[in-house]
């Protein structure tokens, strides 16, 4: 269970006193501007992170698998109407080979993230599970978005541990406008996370920040929502703007709140985001997002480190995909090799006085 208490200070909460996390606190805290009172929100993140997970910085490599994508997301590069995109589908020596490179450089668990698409059949990840699993020790999260229970199921028993999937937004009307459901399939990402969980899977989610139409209200009802379904793992990172996209061409406007209302899309609303949500969630695995460290290629991945988050997620897809998969433009990393990654985490874990993770770092499974 998510154990936070959310009220004040009373025993067994993981946020101290003056933190009290209901609707009203978390949205008054987005909006929180006096540098004082956001210094105490950084501190009480911090000091939650770890006391809860502790200083280890949990890596898992991505391997982003396939770009095709069915669906029609008004935020997504990959969406299908993308019609520019020289798309690619990894073959299934090339996915075993860069799983090998995350355990080589000494990760703990490999992600394999996707567009939508119904070229990667079930039995094509079953195999590649399998055959992760035999031959590395890593934990295995799935990110490949809507998919059948019987896949899920076979994938399952296959030996995938973990299964992402951000539900975006939890206002609903907000959600139908910018994930469009697929002809006669009404989509519901917190139905979906819910089997999941049942089928034994770890389950990840999470939500952009600034999305256009994204009022205070939402957003701190999306933080409330992580503390709910007590999730897992939780991914927090800015909206950035694709000029293939609805959101991301001169439309857009048509999409925002009045000003009053709208969330930036900035990296401090993002970061107060991210400390809220470990103090609602204290022991849920949170990364400092690519989007973060895009948004701020200097120090964004520190800063995220520093206000709450515990786990980073270093690219080792082949670059030659990489820059294929082309969800926003300018993405952290694209033209360095997996290699220079980790050394360059490695250094920024350092110099933070944090730990190098081993093992998989997972909520249950960290010594498996
Ligand atoms: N900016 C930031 N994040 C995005 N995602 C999709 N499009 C964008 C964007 N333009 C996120 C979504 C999705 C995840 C894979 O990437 O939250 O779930
Ligand atoms: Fe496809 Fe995912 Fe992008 Fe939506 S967010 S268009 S489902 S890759
Ligand atoms: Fe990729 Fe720094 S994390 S180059």
Avoid at 33 to 46: H, R, T
Avoid at 298 to 316: D, T, W
């Amino acid at each position: 269970m998510c154990s936070a208490e959310l009220t004040t200070g009373s025993a067994g909460s993981a946020a101290g006193p003056g933190f009290r996390l209901d609707h009203a606190a978390v949205k008054a805290w987005l909006s929180e501007k006096d540098p004082d009172a956001l210094e105490a929100l950084w501190q009480e993140a911090d000091r939650v992170r770890k006391a809860h997970v502790g200083d280890d910085v949990h890596l898992r490599g991505l391997v982003e698998i396939s770009s095709h994508c069915v669906r029609n997301c008004l935020y997504c590069g990959l969406r299908a109407p993308s019609r520019d995109l020289d798309r690619y589908r990894m073959e299934a020596e090339e996915i075993l080979a860069s799983a090998w490179e995350a355990h080589r450089l000494g990760y703990g668990s490999v992600v394999l993230q996707a567009g939508e698409d119904p070229g990667l059949t079930k039995e094509f990840i079953a195999q590649i599970i399998r055959a992760i699993k035999r031959a590395t020790p890593l934990a295995i999260t799935l990110s490949l978005g809507e998919r059948s229970d019987d896949e899920l199921r076979a994938w399952r028993a296959a030996g995938a541990d973990r299964y992402l999937l951000r539900f975006e937004t939890s206002d609903p009307v907000l959600y139908r406008r910018i994930h469009p459901d697929l002809p006669g399939i009404p989509s519901d990402r917190f139905a979906q996370l819910h089997r999941m969980r049942a089928m034994g899977y770890e389950i990840g989610t999470g939500v952009m920040v600034g999305i256009p139409g994204q009022t205070w209200d939402t957003l701190a009802a999306d933080i409330l929502r992580f503390h709910e379904f007590d999730m897992d793992m939780i991914g927090v990172g800015p909206f950035l703007p694709s000029p293939r996209t609805p959101l991301g061409g001169p439309g857009a406007v048509a999409f925002f709140a009045d000003p009053e209302h709208q969330v930036p899309n900035d990296e401090l609303t993002t970061l107060k985001a991210v400390a809220l949500t470990r103090l609602v969630c204290p022991d849920a695995n949170i990364p400092s997002t690519t989007a973060l460290a895009t948004l701020d290629r200097a120090q964004g991945r520190e800063l995220g480190l520093m206000r709450g988050a515990n786990v980073v997620m270093p690219n080792v897809t082949p670059v030659a995909y990489r820059v294929r998969y082309e969800i926003y433009p300018g993405k952290a990393c694209v033209n360095e090799t997996a290699t220079a990654c980790q050394g360059c985490l490695e250094g920024r874990i350092r110099s933070l006085r944090r730990r190098l993770g081993k093992g998989p770092g997972g909520r249950y499974s960290n010594a498996m």
